[in-house]
């Protein structure tokens, strides 16, 4: 069974899990208690107005100037924010928003939330919630591809795929290629496309499971899929995020997080070594991402490829209390929350107002008031940025480490036990519900493909 599987089978079996080990015990503590009486809430209004709030209030301010010049360049190197025109974006369950609009582990908490995704979500407004696409509906609200709402109903051209791995790289390429070229409402020769690549995490959560996950392997599929969409797709700019070191998920303690990382990240549990391997992939990916793209052998007058490092340091944040803040993730305690992907977002857009060898690379959660706008006249590539002035650094101030103090062993180990034995029996459930659901869902998509 691939790890892939297994991941998808334990965020199934997660939530009975929980009720049935919250009546073995009473040392849940009251946090936990709280969150397992609001089960299958998603919305706030029955919620108190302090809950909601810290993952409400995800906006910003916009003061940056706008042109009114509706002159398209001819080259990438020379792209403007108000010049783009279409949005897409190519990932796994972040870009997907998996679980982002809830709050609690209800069902919420097993949707994608598309709509709030960082880099192509488009519901709301800026002022209320940071998106890539919501940042650029301020300088050309003509944009379009962004994904709104849940599910895949509105995705558009966010073709992430939950679970996706590196080796769906081609296959979601091949899927926005599809769209961008029978999409009526796209020019593909004439608009100007920003696309956005966040894949590879999921990679790394398979490693210890599964071995052909190694750093040239992942070069290879790389280079395959980048020299798509050079070929395929003109009129470009293709952001590419650096990976994060996943291991920091491991702040995020208690019953839930314990029992989902247990279910999730079992590589988590494999020893130390392991988790060395983890960080050791982790790195080892983004040094092929950022010399590959950093060569220049991708870019061309009308296409660009552009490494985006701001994730690659990235600590879990700290609360008042000293532990890990948790309103930044979903309630499984991997993915981001709505708020989580605001700031993805913040701090992504000012990496991309940041020349290439002068990016930030730690990502702060905080955002200021006030969106960071363009202090030079086009968005950063690798070529322009050798002739266009320094901005220097846009971005809040970066924390350089995290005290959260160190992840402990099983947190509530009585009941994380039962959980694992509960799992055990619901085992042949999940695995059926896994694939009468998720594989005809991913069959449905080979088809609109075809």
């Given amino acids: ?14 939530l009975c899990a929980l009720l049935i080990g919250n009546s073995f015990s009473k040392k849940v503590p009251a946090d936990t208690q709280k969150l397992l009486l609001e089960l299958g809430q998603t919305d706030c209004d029955d919620e108190t107005e302090s809950e909601a709030a810290k993952f409400r209030n995800t906006g910003v301010k916009f003061q940056c100037d706008v042109s009114n010049e509706e002159i398209s360049p001819s080259s990438v190197h020379q792209l403007r924010p108000e ?29 994608e939330h598309r709509g709030l995704s960082f880099s192509v979500g488009g519901d709301e407004t800026l002022e209320s919630h ?22 895949m109903e509105n995705s558009n051209l966010n073709v992430a795929v939950t679970g996706a791995t590196s080796e769906e790289f081609e296959a979601m390429v091949d899927q926005l290629i599809d769209h961008l070229v029978t999409d009526t409402q796209i020019n593909m020769d004439e608009d100007w496309k920003l696309i956005t690549v966040f894949l590879g995490g999921n990679d790394i959560f398979d490693s210890c499971l599964t071995p052909r996950f190694t750093p040239e392997y992942f070069k290879n599929l790389m280079i395959s899929s980048f020299n798509t969409l050079k070929a395929m797709v003109p009129r470009a700019l293709v952001n590419v995020m650096a990976l994060p070191d996943i291991v920091e998920l491991r702040k995020m303690t208690g019953v839930v997080c314990d029992v989902v990382h247990l279910s999730m990240c079992p590589c988590f549990y494999a020893g130390e070594d392991a988790i060395k391997k983890l960080q050791e992939l982790s ?9 590959l793209i950093s060569s220049g052998d991708f870019d061309t007058d009308d296409f660009a490829i552009v490494y985006q490092p ?16 948790d309103s930044f993730f979903a309630p499984d305690c991997i ?13 992504l857009w000012a990496n991309m107002l940041e020349p290439v060898n002068a990016k930030d690379t730690v990502w702060s959660p905080e955002m200021e008031e006030y969106l960071p706008c363009p202090k030079s006249p086009y968005i950063y590539t690798n070529r322009n940025s050798a002739t266009q002035s320094v901005a220097g650094s846009l971005s809040a101030n970066k924390q350089q480490s995290s ?37 005809s869902v991913k069959l449905r998509w080979s088809y609109e493909r075809l």
């Fill in 283 to 291: 790195k080892s990916y983004n040094t092929i991402l950022e010399e």
């Fill in 335 to 347: 993915h981001l929350s709505r708020k989580g992907h605001a700031s993805s977002a913040y701090h």
């Fill in 83 to 111: 010049d783009i025109d279409v949005v897409g974006a190519i990932g796994d369950s972040y870009t997907a928003a998996f679980g982002a609009g809830a709050n609690f582990l209800g069902p919420g908490a097993f949707r």
């Fill in 1 to 14: 069974m691939t790890g892939k599987m297994i991941r998808f089978i334990g965020i199934l079996f997660v």
């Fill in 310 to 325: 701001v994730t690659s340091t990235s600590y879990v944040p700290v609360a008042e209390n000293g532990r890990a803040d």
């Fill in 403 to 439: 005290p959260v103090s160190k992840p402990k062993s099983l947190e509530g180990g009585v009941i994380a036990a039962i959980v694992v034995l509960v799992a055990s029996v619901i085992f042949i459930s999940g695995y059926l519900i896994y694939h009468n659901i998720f594989k």
């Fill in 130 to 151: 940071v998106s890539i696409p919501n940042i650029l509906h301020k300088y050309n609200p003509n944009l379009y591809g962004f994904s709104e709402g849940v599910g």
